[in-house]
């Protein structure tokens, strides 16, 4: 079981551009959610997808953006790239199961922004 | 507002100390709540996760307590060893939700 899987590792980026990270989920799981972390904090939820829809939504603005495809992998894309927006990007899968909801997480993307 | 907040925010301790972590939450009505470590730059690993018809979930030297009357959680360390050097974190689902809502973690330092 290879566990969740992110791509890339680390990404520069300057300001104003736009970027994709990727994650495949944990074999098994159907639902991918990403989170933010900046720099000693804690992860802020960005979304959740569920059958290829958002299912949540946490106080993100529109220029974060997602996707997930039909074998249940995920895209995040953020537009007019911000020196805030300069954090730990993290993936976590999970089977919506609510009673466990266990979240496993990805080993991160690294974004820099310039 | 559903927060999650960790005392202490650091932690430093020499080699085999038991050692006791805090979470506090604001959601009496959470259905469960993970611990994850945290090493520096790298993804979380989940420790345990605690259900709430639990009260305690053990792994190893790890042991983690539930409380939702009192909506404390902890996180016991038996003893500690320089590898167990990382950032600890807790979550939970708050407000109904399935989101995660993370405390900002204690940083825990074992000396040899």
């Known amino acids: 079981d290879a566990g969740v899987t992110q791509s890339p590792t680390h990404l520069i980026k300057t300001r104003g551009q736009q970027v994709t990270l990727r994650c495949s989920p944990k074999?098994?799981?159907?639902?991918v959610s990403w989170y933010q972390q900046a720099l000693g904090q804690g992860p802020q939820f960005i979304f959740q997808?569920?059958?290829?829809?958002?299912?949540q939504r946490g106080n993100f603005p529109d220029r974060f953006s997602g996707h997930q495809f039909p074998n249940y992998s995920s895209e995040l894309n953020v537009n007019a790239l911000l020196l805030g927006d300069s954090a730990l990007y993290l993936c976590?899968?999970?089977?919506?199961?609510?009673?466990?909801?266990?979240?496993?997480f990805g080993p991160g993307t690294r974004l820099t922004v310039l | 507002k559903q927060e999650v907040t960790q005392i202490p925010a650091a932690l430093s301790v020499p080699e085999g100390e038991n050692l006791v972590l805090n979470c506090s939450f604001t959601?009496?009505?959470?259905?469960?709540l993970q611990w994850f470590r945290q090493d520096p730059g790298k993804g979380l690993t989940s420790l345990l996760l605690?259900?709430?018809?639990?009260r305690e979930q053990t792994s190893g030297r790890l042991n983690a307590s539930l409380d939702k009357s009192s909506g404390r959680s902890t996180l016991y360390i038996a003893a500690s060893q320089p590898g167990d050097s990382a950032t600890y974190l807790c979550?939970?689902?708050?407000?109904?939700?399935?989101?995660?809502?993370f405390g900002k973690g204690t940083k825990l330092t074992v000396n040899p």
């Open positions: 976590a899968s999970s089977q919506p199961v609510r009673a466990l909801n266990e979240q496993f």
């Open positions: 959601d009496s009505a959470i259905y469960n």
């Open positions: 979550a939970a689902p708050l407000g109904g939700s399935e989101k995660l809502v």
């Open positions: 074999s098994g799981h159907d639902t």
């Open positions: 605690i259900q709430s018809s639990q």
């Open positions: 997808y569920y059958e290829e829809e958002e299912r």
